[in-house]
């Protein structure tokens, strides 16, 4: 009779365990301002803001450390509460501060944030388009030079690993530059600076430190590879069907605006 519990108990902790279940600890904070009518993943108002920074920095740290607890070793429940956990929650401490600089401008500005951009047909079809497509034609490219590395280079400097990393960090920074490029004209620059100093504070935070603009700028055609970091534009991501976890995860975290969710409005 033990014997059947214990065995019941470790199905479910494997269960539980999956690295999935870690990863909608992040996108299920999110969901609350992207799964609803015309979500766009960005507070419009400072009601919809308090709630945004409640989701992110109470219950996502609540939902991980839960996860670490059961599924990982005390150090590295240790180590990566201290170098995720506690710097996501620190840094959205100084943006959700209330009446703070920072959250008073971008309360001021989310709404043309979204409405003329963030929702717009022209961020869908060409910014989310190349991100969504780029990713997963970066992730096809891994896989098929995963399977002949070491029977033909020995350059690790080449290694899929290494080219998956760059090529996604140029598509990334490029997105970024195109969302920038789009706040720019529909909202201002200083708009387009605040939603950049967002960028910095909110789940994104690893952006610019793992992927910084000096070292993979799209725009520089050493550091970035046009041909193996960007689909073609006539290329329709799958999305939410796709084997890319980056493209995958962006459609089920933006349903709204993400790909391969509803067909009609994929073209």
Known sequence: MNLNIDCLIRKRKIKFCKLDN???CAIEPLSYL?????????????MEHEQFCFNIHDYFPYCAKKWLKKCSSPIWEAIIDKVLVKALQDSFGKFCKRNSKDRLEFVQNG???????????????????????????????ALNASRSFGKTSIDHRSSPLVSFWT???????????????????????????IFEKFITHNGLLLLPHLCPMDKYDPND???????TSQASMDYVPKGYQSTSAISYYFSKSCPNVGFGIIKERDF
Do not use: F
């Open 22 to 24: 870690l990863l909608e």
């Open 34 to 46: 992207t799964s609803q009518p015309n979500g766009s993943g960005i507070p419009p108002n400072d």
């Open 111 to 141: 709404l043309c944030i979204v409405e003329r951009v963030k929702l717009s047909p022209a961020y869908r079809s060409i910014c989310i388009r190349d991100l969504q497509g780029s990713t997963e034609m970066i992730h096809e490219q």
């Open 167 to 193: 090529n996604t960090c140029c598509a990334s920074n490029r997105w970024l530059q195109c969302i920038l490029g789009q706040l720019s004209n529909n909202c201002g620059i200083k708009t387009a600076n």
């Open 221 to 227: 055609p050493i550091k970035c590879n046009i041909k």
